[in-house]
């Protein structure tokens, strides 16, 4: 059994008395390629990853939520149907969650529950999308409605933006909802259809975490999605997906030279996203990889999300024989890092970046290869200890 499963149980039974009558869990995840076009309409490429939110739970018949973190040392209480928004808090996550799917008609019925998360907070791997899905498994699960993956990654997302107040797009939360174990997926974020889309054989996904942290809705991230919207004024369209390289080329003269910059990172990446999906389809990792620095590089510049530990731990991974590629990944202003790594150098890879990334001044990075998970699951704690 895996080893927060058993600390969210024994907790459990410590605050409850009884065992849970249900594991729900939701991955966090790691965005190979696409960076910011969510939330225009255009084309991610991410992957469910091992780290998660689990949360032990049973039914309560009193119709309150009570939950309690063991990553805060601290526990929240309310009623589905009457909450109220509060200051940020992490408590907002779940109540948020509770506030859309009862403004949707679900029937919510109150439980108890015990929560810890491995995914870590802040590095841009999606802690926050991980305990929405999260929260919407134990809903269902307690509550008895149908789980629809695509529809609860639809009202996590509403809840992050309407309640928390950070305006991502689908790629989060669709992610944590739909993955599939082996496999990364490509999202078309307009219609959220999607593909798998497998990795080259021999390599190995290593996320680097530069230990330095942001706080999205006080964060820029807001900022670069408004200066999206005022591009999309401009070229009269829909979203910036509807931009194509000649149409910007024309136009690009009459957006001001920041907006121009935002406007450029999008467009290309939704091309480069694109084409790194076919090149997984051919097992293509030299390609694969030449896409992932060439994001990097237009996040650093055009975008202008990354910060000097992920550019110096970016280029610490570039510069080790066995990287095919490496790029910021999430929404930037700290956090993680993904290399694309030839499994066989795994090991003296991690050994170099760690020293190079300490040589240049900064302190110990946690880095690990990531495998590609299973998105949100609710087994029942019979079926769990089977």
Known sequence: MNTITDRVIKAFHNHFGAPPAWIVRAPGRVNLIGEHTDYNDGFVLPMAIGRATWIALRSRPDGVVHLHSLDHD????FAPGTVERGPMHWSEYPKGVAHVLSGQGFALSGWEGVT???VP???GLSSSASFELAVARAFCAVSGFP???QE?????QQAENQWVGVKCGIMDQMISAIGEAGKATLIDCRDNTHRAAPLPRDVTVVIMDTMTRRGLVESAYNERRRQCQHAVGVFGVHALRDVDHQTFNDKAALLDPVTRRRARHVITENQRTLAAAAAMERGDAATLGRLMNESHDSLRDDFEVTNDALNTMVEAARSHP???GARMTGAGFGGCAVALVATPDVASFMDHVTTAYRQAGNQAPNLYAATASAGASADSHEKSRE
């Open 74 to 77: 601290a526990s929240c209480s």
């Open 116 to 118: 810890a998360c491995d």
């Open 121 to 123: 907070m802040g590095a």
């Open 147 to 149: 789980w629809n993956a």
């Open 152 to 156: 609860m990654a639809r009202l996590c």
């Open 322 to 324: 066995g990287c095919w």
